[in-house]
């Protein structure tokens, strides 16, 4: 028995036969310096190679779309925009052309130096986006090298995969039925394969450096997804142990599916909406089938962060369509894009701001840059003419700055107007309330809103002054704290009394150590990643509105983060809820 520690990146527990996916089918690149008169064949064979890579991921696009309801091409898109990127056939041209290089090599070496400018950048969305450029050299290297590849889409039998690495395309075509779990030795938390293993609902544990190579096919393998463990070829108490837990995890993920369609509603008859936060239109499949009741939260800004450039207006009406049509009625909330402080973009943003999380981000890029902006806001308007979409400000400070936001959606409504296409002419506007000053005079920007969402992950960040990426202060990052509970109380108030819905959308919202709380604040909406609205639906079933409310305004009036978080506990635990 081995066990390996790596990233729990997808929660769930499995056991199976591990199928060990070996992508590093690559032989050594061949490097050879051309002849004068060979660079213009080498660039037709380049051409051809490059082409048949286009036509495989444009097959792969067209048969996502017909097999898995179309929701699964962001990634793609952006493959496709990476073969054209202009600086990246450039740089192809030059190696071969002026620097003699055979195309193999000017590949990879292309792909090395692009990939290692993203891998020094200080945002990890970012950095994983070197995997992007990884899976499109890949693609090319297969046909200039003549390889044929294994299709993860024929999978027949049940196992987990382990890998060194996988493309974002080998996920999103596998036979998802057969796939228990997942093991690699590459990714992070943020990588596209958690974030997809975790929108399909496979368990995934990632990052285990180099301990793969050392499992074989048929391997046993019981992998933890929540503890980032797998034990490989385990004895048969640890089996035991394992098979009582995946028999556990399974019972509660039925029984969490079975209150799929029951309401979200206290005891005493209050209801409470709840929705999901996605990061990729494919989790949206995810998203209905925990029964959310609707988008919340659309993080639209991962469309960006593709390598390449800024997704156009069409890649963006794609998308947003795509999440719109799973989503059928229900309402679909896009958030403009959150670029900047811990999300840098590449040629848009100096990393070198002293402050990214007080500088250039969020609303603050998008008005600055007013036709990037216009774009993206044409592109919910125009996809939102056949769906229930909304679209939400981030991080607004001030009243001038939602202002100006509702005034360049107007001229993108006649810019569409002009252009003569259909578009959402009444499409709803909301303001995510993620800084103080915002919380403050919420009552002013009620004015101008139709609806609030409290994103707390940067509320708690601001008005407690903790950089919520720095581990060593995270210990403050207090939802519970009273100053950040009576900022959302006032913004609630506000809302409610100008009688436009408040939601929540930070991760305290998907905590249900903290619904009942939130409850008793008056919250309406709660919107989170779909593994979690199950837990937070049982709490609700499971109380009354009116403690709840009392339960809020002792907390409200509570002295330190620690007592009241020890006050919520224990009322927890009273109810056995915890
Ligand atoms: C938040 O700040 O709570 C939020 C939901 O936005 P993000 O986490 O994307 O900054
Ligand atoms: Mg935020």
Redesign the pocket.
């Known amino acids: 028995m081995k066990t390996m520690t790596g990233i729990p990146a997808s929660p769930g527990v499995a056991i199976g036969a591990a199928f060990v996916y070996a992508d590093n089918d690559i032989p050594e690149i061949p490097r050879y310096s051309l002849a004068e008169g060979q660079t213009a064949g080498e660039m037709q064979r380049l051409r051809e190679a490059m082409e048949k890579a286009e036509g495989d991921l444009r097959g792969v696009l067209e048969g996502v779309g017909k097999e898995m309801s179309g929701e699964h091409t962001a990634i793609f898109e952006a493959h496709l925009m990476m073969i054209e990127d202009p600086y990246f056939t450039g740089r192809l041209e030059e190696r071969i052309v002026k620097e003699r290089q055979n195309a193999e090599w000017a590949v990879r070496e292309t792909a090395r130096e692009l990939a290692g400018k993203m891998i020094v950048s200080s945002d990890p969305l970012f950095r994983e986006r070197a995997a992007d450029i990884n899976d499109v050299s890949k693609r090319i290297l297969y046909h200039l090298l003549a390889i044929k590849k294994v299709s993860l889409a024929n999978l027949e039998h049940d196992c987990i995969i382990a890998a060194h690495d996988l493309l974002p395309s080998d996920i999103l075509v596998m036979n998802r039925k057969k796939v228990r779990a997942i093991v690699m030795d590459m990714g992070s938390g943020t990588s596209h394969t958690a974030i997809l293993a975790r929108a399909f609902t496979i368990p995934a544990v990632l990052g285990l450096s180099a301990a793969v190579s050392e499992i074989v096919n048929g391997d046993i393998l019981a992998v933890d997804g929540s503890l980032g463990e797998v034990i490989v070829n385990p004895p048969k108490t640890v089996l035991a142990k394992y098979q009582k837990e995946t028999a556990k995890y399974r019972k509660k993920a039925d029984e969490f599916l079975a209150m799929r369609d029951l309401p979200a509603e206290t005891l005493d008859g209050r209801p409470a909406v709840l929705k999901a936060?996605i990061e990729i239109p494919e989790e949206a499949e995810t998203a209905a089938l925990y029964g959310a009741q609707g988008i919340g939260?659309y993080?639209s800004?991962f469309l960006f962060l593709a390598p390449g450039q800024a997704a156009g207006e069409e890649v963006q009406f794609r998308a947003y369509s795509r999440v719109l049509a799973a989503m059928g009625d229900l309402p679909v909330t896009i958030?403009t894009v959150?670029i900047g402080?811990d999300k840098v973009l590449s040629g848009f943003q100096s990393a070198d701001e002293k402050n990214p999380l007080l500088g250039w981000r969020?609303i603050r890029f998008s008005l600055a840059l007013p036709d990037l902006f216009k774009t993206q806001l044409r592109a919910i308007l125009r996809a939102g003419a056949a769906g229930n979409a909304r679209i939400m400000f981030?991080?607004i400070s001030g009243l001038e700055e939602l202002e100006r936001a509702l005034a360049l959606l107007e001229e993108a409504k006649a810019e569409c107007r002009r252009q003569g296409c259909a578009f959402a002419e009444n499409i709803e506007t909301g303001v995510?309330i993620?800084v103080p000053s915002a919380a403050m005079i919420a009552e002013i920007l009620a004015e101008k809103a139709g609806f609030f969402?409290?994103?707390?992950?940067?509320?708690?960040?601001y008005s407690l002054a903790v950089d919520?990426g720095n581990e060593r202060v995270s210990y403050l990052a207090q939802p519970v704290h009273p100053a950040v509970l009576r900022l959302i109380k006032k913004t609630v108030d506000a809302a409610h009394a100008r009688g436009i819905t408040a939601a929540?959308?930070?991760?305290?919202a998907g905590d249900p150590g903290f619904t009942a709380a939130l409850l008793g604040l008056g919250i309406d909406e709660f919107?989170m990643a779909s593994l979690s609205i199950p837990a937070v639906k049982r709490v609700i079933r499971n109380v009354k509105a009116e403690e709840c409310r009392v339960l809020a305004e002792e907390l409200v009036a509570g002295r330190s983060a620690t007592e009241n978080a020890a006050l919520l506990r224990s009322w927890m635990e009273r109810r056995r809820l915890s």
């Open positions: 936060n939260l993080r800004e958030r959150d402080g969020a981030p991080l995510m993620e969402s409290i994103g707390t992950n940067d509320l708690v960040q919520r929540m959308c930070g991760e305290m919107s």
